[in-house]
């Protein structure tokens, strides 16, 4: 029997696709990664038994499984690189449970950024999402990937708590307090507790880019969603300016959704779609902004705004460099009453993806490093760049503060016509040359993908040996997405 | 009955004090007796189950170890590392096993900048909270105590109502570096490219996951030597200056930026109306339900003085026979006094829709910033377990104190203290989304009416019983992995997390060298109370492991039964009321 027909035993026949087109289509994304080959099938599974199935057949074949759960991937990680079985999982969307007093709803991977905003707006909640992820984007990935949040304030904990998983095994397991026997219909237990049991298997997930298991739902946190907020804008002429200010905010734990933006970045995300209003924003907009989004809770909203801004007031008064805090932002008349609605939902689903929007195709050069460095890292990314001929006025910056000032993601954006293979392969030279120098600098590459893996497993070879005797355990015959990460 | 007294080889003995010079190793037995008892639960199981080490080793670096952990390796010798042995969980349990005991390994570091401690294996918090206060930055001091080791409580519990704003311990962990079972040195997070170690997951698949679970794997997983550990910013602008001393030591709060409100509640309902509310408005540093028994060990100074209070008000307090209604909430104005004024005014609006009294209560801290009362609050009867100590959601917290109370007043009671309907400790955490649960009992060996005697072994049995309403209510609990009966929980949670958990175990450490054995509890049951098998509905964990049992035909190999490994002394106790 071939392993189509052993995939349509398993799915059923309109859930299997072995046709050119198909396979064609799984072979591309927006990443620099060129995928040689094509997978065997793609299959669309409806639940955990069925994904079960599969990957217990591909352990049988000896053949990969590669799971996907957006619609648009940019890193290279989804792409069938030995061949195999593509297991998208996008029909597994639903919202399982809804945990209102815990503000926990239990989810499925193919679950979008959209109808994650839907549901919980519908609740007077909240997601609390990373920058502007496309509305197609599935919540599940975005979390296991580890996108950082706009809103510092929320790292208390864990944003995903329990998951089901079926391990490349073959094995389905729950992790997390969910793995509590009845679950979820005859325990007492919510699966809120993201630890154990036994150790932390959640963690091997994270990161991991499909590379130990399939993810089937995961019980995952939104926040209440406030009465009021207030938005403000700090603009700087140079990055360095903006660090210190940052950190003291920071440290004082002020405020909601806090970033620091580049022009360049700030004339794609805020331009209002119209002909000329990019090109307008990116003359008018400050070289360098902050922006603080202060919020109130149901009681008392307006003291809570009220001391956050006497305390950025004061560390602004202390600050040479914050000439002022100010209420809008020049060149952008309006925004900041949409900021706050506008951070809390995906990037609007008819309007082209602001990183695609300039030229089609961006690649994101990110990595995790303290702020302070943020602007000698910036520096090297300018300089590399223009020694690769690439416009440094087109290098898009963003910076996001996280666990209180601690450290920070960083996140260089240049962007190129994926339809010109000369300008795909001079953006390829300079995001290598680019990610080498980074790393040599001491930047972290907390999740470095395709392109600068080989590079950081190397020099971490402790690390990966020992990551790879609990891949061992957990997918004994590598079949799940081999070329990833480290394996 | 034997009593396995084998020492290390000489040839052993020889490499490890080529090591770290002969000063500092020994097989002396005035030295290696005293490392058996660890300074928390005073006559329970975890300490029956200890041996005294072969040999105890000194080391003083990360090179020191490693090198030591090679030796191990090369004679197989089951090795166990020691922070401030403050856990007698940590103690060594195999007999001719090699302490390593860490304690002169006390290095602070920091990186102020970025709210970065980093801690060697033998510093305990005490140093820490202090010196962080003088950096303008804090942590938090579990319940463990200010006296416990600061890795060895990261990789196990370090929990405490500050859990509240300062989220799980294990987002606390940053950079590791950590010597595994084989002797190979991994570090972890930044530290796996630079010497920086200010961030802990990744690079990829986080093996952090591997550090620990919901509890640690008690030194089963190799030793850590150097850990970073995300702080806090101090709320204030110099540190809060203790005043008494020991046990009673307290640090007075300024009265602008830091505050306690004591509330009681009309009922249960509004003590989870309140606990709700508060975290919905996102106010407070801390939330929780004490439990009255923890109030009179709180103001306790000592067994006598417990008893003294606890026992003329019994009858008051059987006769209310009801959980506690005290709701404490701790504030701070992170940000500004500001904050701390409007916190108080939406907590103060609250309270009193629900119809709250606020009462008195002392503005200090003496249990969570800095922890000086640990040994105070748990050793007052004389004997005492954490039956239970997990996070969850809040009815789950609800639940389970219903359903251990229940078990434990119609099975344990006497000899267990009885608390007359007290549900147990419950606490918000994470900001409202998780709550922690605790139920503590209590019993004295040498109580003079002799009520509570024999509670060891009831305390041991609610232990075992407590593992089997979990699973069967599907509650979640502390007692998985290592601190548990695996062939119950075992088979049970995951379902089937002990078989992975196991192979993992024996991936990174396939010697069974590391502070073996993984099922201690199995074997002492299937010694001492084999009918526990058939009340509890489970089988040993010896028939359902995979492999992992390395030690063990070492073990058998030199003529040794299991049996032999217990303790002289566990076998001449005069009391058999196991079971």
């Known amino acids: 029997m071939e392993l189509k027909d052993k995939l349509v035993g398993i799915i059923g026949a309109a859930q299997v696709d072995d046709s050119p087109a198909t396979l064609a289509a799984y072979s591309r994304d927006h990443s620099l990664v060129d995928c040689q080959g094509l997978a065997d099938a793609v299959v669309w599974p409806d639940s955990a038994e069925q994904v079960q199935k599969v990957i217990q057949l591909a352990n049988e074949l000896k053949i990969p499984v590669i799971p996907v759960s957006s619609e648009q991937h940019f890193h290279g990680s989804t792409l069938p690189k030995m061949g195999g079985v593509i297991m998208d999982m996008r029909r597994m969307n639903r919202v399982l449970d809804v945990d209102l007093p815990d503000r926990l709803f239990r989810i499925e991977p193919g679950l979008t950024w959209a109808q994650a905003q839907a549901e919980t707006e519908k609740l007077g909640q909240r997601m609390v999402m990373p920058l502007l992820p496309l509305a197609s984007g599935s919540v599940v990935a975005s979390l296991l990937e580890r996108e950082p949040p706009t809103n510092p304030r929320f790292e208390y904990g864990e944003p995903m708590t329990s998951n089901e998983v079926i391990w490349g095994s073959g094995m389905r397991f729950r992790t997390g307090s969910a793995s509590a026997p009845g679950f979820p219909e005859k325990a007492d237990s919510k699966g809120g507790n993201p630890e154990g049991p036994g150790t932390n298997w959640y963690r091997f997930l994270q990161g991991a880019e499909g590379t130990m298991g399939v993810v089937t739902w995961s019980i995952v946190k939104f926040e209440y969603l406030p009465v009021l907020d207030k938005t403000y804008f700090i603009t700087f002429d140079q990055m360095a300016q903006a660090i210190e200010p940052l950190y003291q905010m920071q440290r004082r ?14 004339a794609l995300i805020f331009n209002d779609g119209q002909p000329g209003g990019y ?144 300008a795909k392969a001079r953006i390829k030279a300079l995001y290598l040359d680019a990610g080498q120098k980074l790393f040599k600098q001491g930047a972290f590459f907390s999740r470095p993908y395709t392109l600068l893996s080989p590079m950081v497993y190397e020099h971490a070879r402790g690390y990966t040996n020992t990551i790879t005797k609990v891949k061992e355990v957990l997918d004994p015959n590598y079949i799940m997405c081999p070329g990833n990460v480290c394996f | 009955m034997p009593k396995v007294t084998e020492k290390v080889s000489q040839a052993a003995y020889n490499a ?3 090591i770290v010079g002969p000063e500092w190793v020994t097989d002396d037995a005035s030295i290696t007796e005293s490392y058996v008892k660890g300074g928390e639960i005073h006559d329970c199981i975890y300490q029956r189950g200890q041996q005294p080490p072969g040999v105890v080793v000194m080391p003083k670096n990360t090179d020191e170890v490693q ?45 102020e900048k970025h709210m970065v401690a980093i801690v060697e294996p033998g510093l305990i918090h005490s140093p820490l909270q202090a010196e962080a206060q003088e950096r303008g930055l804090y942590t938090m001091t579990p319940g463990g105590g200010s006296q416990a080791a600061v890795i060895g409580n990261m990789l196990t519990c370090n929990y405490s109502p500050l859990n509240y704003r300062l989220g799980l311990a294990t987002r606390r962990i940053l950079g590791v570096e950590w010597v595994l079972p084989d002797g190979e040195v991994i570090r972890l997070g ?35 030597t150097k850990m970073a550990i995300k702080m806090h910013p101090l709320f204030l602008p110099e540190r809060m200056k203790p005043v008494e001393r020991g046990m009673m030591s307290t640090l007075e709060f300024p009265d602008n930026r830091i505050k306690w409100y004591n509330f009681r509640m009309p009922s249960e309902e509004a003590m989870r109306k309140a606990m709700r509310e508060i975290s919905r408005c996102e106010i407070g540093a801390a939330v929780m339900r004490v439990p009255t028994i923890w109030r009179y060990r709180g103001k306790s100074v000592s067994r006598e003085d417990f008893w003294s209070k606890w026992g003329p008000d019994e009858q008051k307090i059987r006769d209310g026979r009801a959980t506690s209604s005290v ?11 500001a904050q701390l004024k409007y916190e108080e005014e939406i907590l103060m609006e609250i309270m009193t829709e629900l119809g709250a009294d606020l009462g008195r209560t002392k503005q200090s801290d003496q249990s969570w910033i800095k922890n000086a009362d640990s040994a105070g609050m748990w050793w007052p009867a004389g004997g005492y377990v954490s039956v239970e100590f997990v996070v969850e959601t809040l009815e789950h917290s609800f639940a389970r104190g219903k359903t251990l109370l229940k078990e434990k007043e119609a099975k344990f009671t006497p000899p267990l203290v009885d608390e007359y309907g007290e549900e147990g400790w419950i606490q918000m955490t994470d900001m409202g989304h998780t709550s922690y649960f605790e139920f503590l009992i209590q019993w004295d060996p040498e109580h003079p009416l002799g009520k509570y005697k024999s509670g060891e072994y009831k305390a041991w049995e609610h ?91 070492v073990l058998t190999s030199r003529g040794y039964k299991w049996r032999d490994v217990l303790p002289e002394w566990y076998w001449d106790r005069d009391d058999k009321e196991i079971g």
């Not at chain 1, 734990?253 to 700030?266: A, D, H, K, S, Y």
């Not at chain 2, 969980?89 to 304690?103: E, M, N, R």
Request: hydrophobic letters at 40%; a negative charge; glycine letters at 10%.
């Open chain 2, 327 to 337: 709701c404490r909430v701790l504030l701070i104005g992170y940000t500004s006094e």
């Open chain 2, 190 to 224: 930044s530290l796996s490219n630079s010497d920086d170690p200010y961030w802990g997951e990744g690079p990829g698949p986080d093996l952090r996951g591997l550090l620990r679970g919901y509890l640690g794997w008690w030194g089963k997983v190799g030793i850590i």
């Open chain 2, 463 to 553: 232990w075992v019983a407590s593992q089997r309403t979990a699973i069967d209510h599907g509650q979640y609990t502390a007692n998985i992995g290592s601190l548990s009966v695996m062939g119950l929980t075992g088979p049970a949670f995951g379902p089937n997390y002990g078989e992975i958990y196991d192979k993992v175990r024996q991936a990174v450490d396939p010697k069974d060298i590391s502070n073996p054995p993984l099922d201690l509890h199995d074997r002492v049951i299937e010694e001492f109370a084999p009918q526990w098998m058939e009340e509890y509905d489970f089988k040993p964990w010896t028939e359902l492991m995979h492999g992992g049992q390395e030690w063990w035909k």
């Open chain 2, 67 to 111: 090198k030591i952990v090679k030796v191990c390796f090369r004679y197989h010798l089951p090795y166990t590392p020691i922070g401030a042995f403050w856990g007698v969980h940590c103690g060594g349990k195999v007999p001719f096993h090699v302490s390593i005991d860490l304690s002169r390994m006390r290095g602070l570091d920091w990186d």
């Open chain 2, 16 to 18: 490890l004090a080529n």
């Open chain 1, 253 to 266: 734990m002020i405020g909601n959704e806090c970033f620091l933006l580049n022009r360049q970045v700030g």
């Open chain 1, 279 to 422: 090109e307008a924003l990116k003359r008018q907009l400050p070289p360098w902004f902050v922006v603080m989004v202060l919020s109130g809770p149901p009681r008392m909203p307006e003291k809570k705004l009220a001391y956050e801004k006497a305390a950025m007031d004061e560390i602004a008064a202390s600050l040479p460099q914050v000439q002022r805090i100010d209420e809008s932002l020049a060149g952008a008349p309006g925004l900041e009453r949409r900021l706050p609605g506008m951070l809390r939902k995906p990037w609007p689903a008819e309007r082209a993806y602001w990183k695609h929007a300039l030229k089609g195709g961006c690649e994101d050069l990110m990595c995790i490093a303290k702020m302070e460095q943020a602007p000698a890292f910036t520096q090297t990314v300018m300089e590399t760049a223009g020694l690769h001929g690439y416009d440094v006025n087109e290098l898009g910056v963003y910076l996001q503060p996280i666990e209180q000032g601690r450290a920070c993601h960083l996140e260089f954006q240049f962007y190129y016509d994926p339809a010109d293979p000369a």
